[in-house]
């Protein structure tokens, strides 16, 4: 289900360390973020926590790297 799949590469960002997190998270096509989303809106509260998450992460990554690039 989408909910497991956040959950494991959830997982994998948070334990895997930082080349694990930059893979996971550069490699985030629009149709994978918009499953996490939906997550986030429709999901059972776990799925939804877990999706709030990894969103959160995410733009933490692309603000980042947005920063370094200018």
């Not at 149709?31 to 969103?55: C, T, Y």
């Amino acid at each position: 289900t989408k909910e497991n799949s956040i959950s494991v590469k959830l997982n994998l960002v948070l334990c895997g360390g930082e080349e694990v997190a930059k893979s996971a998270c550069g490699k985030m096509e629009e149709r994978v973020l918009d499953g996490v989303i939906d997550v986030s809106r429709n999901g059972s509260e776990k799925g939804k926590n877990k999706a709030m998450e990894l969103l959160k992460i995410v733009n933490a990554r692309n603000a980042r790297l947005e920063s370094l690039s200018l």
